[in-house]
């Protein structure tokens, strides 16, 4: 069974830094699309996340534009984890982080397009 469990989440004001990891279990990243979405708590249906960045088997990445320069995905293959590195966080960037496992990599970072979700975690930037 796959599990996928997101860590890092956390409270930092304006202009901080903090670093998401996904580990999977159950489960090996190595040749998959994989992904990080966010979901305002308002706006509380799946579908609705927003996709943040995105990672290829090869290393090409793909970021929102509202993200761009501020954060960077990684993966580990060796830890099956999956990293975003977020700095310069802005009080907009708050919200809950899920990092996912995209069923293909020609979609996007698109919801539709996920084959399995992590539980997410929380990130709160005050200004």
């Known amino acids: 069974q796959v599990h996928l469990e997101e860590s890092g989440g956390g409270s930092v004001q304006s202009g901080g830094s903090l670093r998401l990891s996904c580990v999977s279990s159950?489960?090996?990243?190595?040749?998959?699309?994989l992904a990080w979405f966010r979901q305002v708590p308002q706006n509380a249906r799946e579908h609705e996340r927003e996709g943040v960045a995105a990672i290829e088997p090869d290393g090409t990445t793909t970021y929102a534009d509202s993200v761009k320069g501020r954060f960077t995905i990684s993966q580990d293959n060796a830890k099956n984890t999956l990293y975003l590195q977020m700095n310069s966080l802005k009080p907009e960037d708050t919200a809950i982080y899920y990092c996912?496992?995209?069923?293909?990599?020609?979609?996007?970072?698109?919801?539709?397009?996920?084959?399995?979700w992590g539980q997410g975690t929380q990130v709160t930037v005050s200004s």
């Open positions: 159950g489960y090996s990243y190595s040749g998959y699309c």
């Open positions: 996912a496992v995209l069923a293909d990599c020609w979609s996007g970072m698109v919801t539709i397009a996920v084959a399995y």
